[in-house]
């Protein structure tokens, strides 16, 4: 197998004769992919590079797997010729400001389309309306499609929240959830969790497994979570999007840290029914995945941008140095 991994917290380490990984890149500008023609995986992953993706990208016709996302600059791109891969079954182009009309990719044998937060416009192809399709994940969230097109069945595998131009004004929820019977002043969600009740206030349980490309909303129909993206190297088992503490939490309120949702691209939950008005919004984080000990895991981190209405309210949050270590909550 021929594959080439592009990350930018590792550093430059052969694993086998066809695996390798490239991290901590200098250079800003893409490779030319013209010489790699017998690579069949290629991972590019927050690597540091500024786009559009090169032409020659349309070259890789043995490619089975493509990751190539958070691609640096102002300026948006067409979106790639892919039409050559005909093995292609993971696409992940997800945060690339890519534009313009989405490609037919119905002749792919595609199991895995993420590209969330693009600006991806038009009506959004028949060809996406995959009802009763279990075995394609489909994610489109965060583009500029048109509203008109949206599909009007409400399926577990295909997310499409936000994709539309008026974002707001997307009805695709109101569609699939029914009316609010009255209005809610608050919200708590123990997330990843059972519900619990501490100091009066109750968090709603949140143990919906989720998938690749899940549009999930609770029964009530009040809230509900967008979760994106599948985990490299695991088996796809849907249980992998929640973990579960393993070691004895000794901070205040734990019943909030015992479990967790994760998740390996972009996580968003909504609320629905809230009465128009102000809101204080608190979030609690803990690490309970990574520990400090002498295995691998000890050099695991969580770093990621946080967005409340839309609003970047936080950069390359890290759990671990703001909770002050492992296990520690805050």
């Known amino acids: 197998m021929q594959t080439i991994s592009l990350d930018s917290s590792l550093c430059l ?10 991290g901590s890149v200098v250079t ?10 017998q690579l069949q995986i290629l991972d590019m992953l927050g ?34 010729d ?22 037919n990719f119905q002749i792919l044998p595609l199991s895995y389309i993420y590209l969330t937060s693009n600006l991806l416009g038009g009506p959004i192809p028949a060809w996406l309306n995959i009802s009763g399709d279990a075995s394609m994940n489909i ?15 409400c399926q577990d595998h295909f997310n499409d929240f936000q994709s539309t131009s008026g974002h707001e004004n997307s009805s695709r929820l109101s569609k699939c959830l ?56 695991t088996n796809q088992e849907v249980r992998e999007y929640i973990v579960n503490n393993v070691s004895r939490l000794r901070m205040n309120n734990f019943e909030l840290y015992t479990t967790a949702r994760i998740s390996p691209l972009s996580l968003t939950y909504f609320a629905r029914c809230l009465r128009n008005g102000n ?16 295995s691998y895991e000890s050099v695991g981190r969580r770093v990621f941008d946080v967005y409340v209405q839309g609003k970047w309210e936080l950069s390359d949050f890290n759990i671990k140095e703001e909770a002050k270590g492992v296990y520690q909550s805050n």
Request: hydrophobic share 30%; charged share 20%; aromatic share 12%.
């Open 279 to 294: 809101y204080t919004v608190k979030l609690h984080f803990a690490e309970i995945v990574f520990r400090n000990d002498r």
């Open 28 to 37: 800003t500008s893409q490779p030319e992919f013209g010489n790699w023609k």
């Open 178 to 233: 029914a009316p609010c019977s009255k209005d809610y002043y608050s919200l708590h969600i123990n997330c990843g969790g059972k519900e619990t009740t501490i100091g009066g206030i109750k968090y709603e349980g949140d143990e919906e497994f989720g998938g690749p490309a899940n549009l999930f909303h609770n029964s009530a129909n009040t809230w509900g979570f967008s979760n994106i993206g599948h985990f490299r190297n």
């Open 13 to 22: 380490s052969p694993i086998s004769p066809s695996y390798g990984r490239l």
């Open 82 to 103: 892919l039409s050559k891969m005909t093995d292609l079954s993971k696409l992940d182009l997800s945060f690339n400001k890519l534009q313009g009309l989405l490609p």
């Open 47 to 80: 690597s540091g590079f500024s786009g559009p993706i090169p032409p020659s990208i349309s070259t890789l016709a043995n490619l089975f797997e493509l990751r190539i996302t958070d691609l640096n600059g102002e300026n948006s791109s067409d979106f790639p």
């Open 139 to 153: 994610d489109i969230s965060y583009n500029n499609f048109s509203e008109i097109s949206e599909p009007s069945t």
